[in-house]
């Protein structure tokens, strides 16, 4: 795969924080058994059939890894260099060939129309800009090609879970490197331009309240 020359606005630049990035890589290694029985049953959905050669947003430490068939090849964008080693054992320990790209989703430097499928999970709340992420799938997907996600969103306006959203906003925002639990990430997805959009809302119970209202679907290309 091949970079193509950026034509947009300046790319949004990742800086690895040096305690927020280690605390990061230790938490979803930690974590990642937890947050996987929370989410097993949409990721099986929408993760189920996956081809063998994926691009992934955020790949962070391999908790989509599972997904792939055997022998599969993962394209994985993931900005956040304390990801990278945790990332390369988990490839390693399920056979799957890891290709890594140290840059942001909104500039994957692969070129136009040249992936099937695409997937996220837990990654258009932290980035910069969630609408040019989703230009840069749609940019960088063949026809017909398609873009899976599981993702954690703003829950309805006057319920509690949206109130504690918005009073935990500053530090669950400062703890997970820009994470922010107040996007629409439905209507960025809606509105991005795709063919095609299927979505399933539904809701984790989980200690993590601002982390329990989700979506999951498909968007083609």
Not at 46 to 58: C, D, I, N, W
Not at 104 to 123: C, K, N, R, Y
Request: proline share 5%; glycine share 6%; aromatic share 8%.
């Amino acid at each position: 795969m091949t970079e193509s020359v950026a034509t947009m606005a300046p790319t949004p630049m990742f800086e690895t924080h040096q305690v927020r990035g280690r605390f990061n890589a230790a938490f979803f290694q930690l974590m990642g058994p937890y947050l996987e029985w929370n989410l097993r049953r949409h990721k099986r959905i929408t993760f189920g059939q996956l081809p063998r050669e994926v691009v992934e947003l955020g790949s962070g430490v391999g908790a989509n890894l599972r997904y792939l068939p055997d022998g599969a090849t993962l394209v994985a964008v993931e900005p956040n260099l304390h990801m990278h080693r945790r990332l390369q054992s988990a490839a390693d320990r399920r056979g799957v060939h890891l290709e890594l790209h140290d840059r942001v989703a909104e500039d994957t430097g692969l070129a136009d129309q040249s992936v099937d499928t695409v997937i996220s999970s837990l990654v258009l709340c932290s980035v910069a800009d969630p609408a040019r992420v989703l230009a840069e799938v749609r940019r960088i997907l063949r026809p017909g090609g398609s873009y899976h996600f599981v993702e954690h969103v703003a829950a309805r306006a006057g319920t509690p879970t949206r109130a504690v959203q918005r009073m935990l906003r500053r530090p669950w925002a400062w703890t997970f490197e820009g994470c922010s639990c107040e996007r629409d990430l439905e209507t960025a997805v809606r509105a991005a331009g795709f063919s095609s959009v299927a979505i399933d809302r539904y809701r984790l119970h989980t200690p993590f309240v601002p982390f329990n209202t989700h979506i999951a679907g498909t968007a083609c290309a």
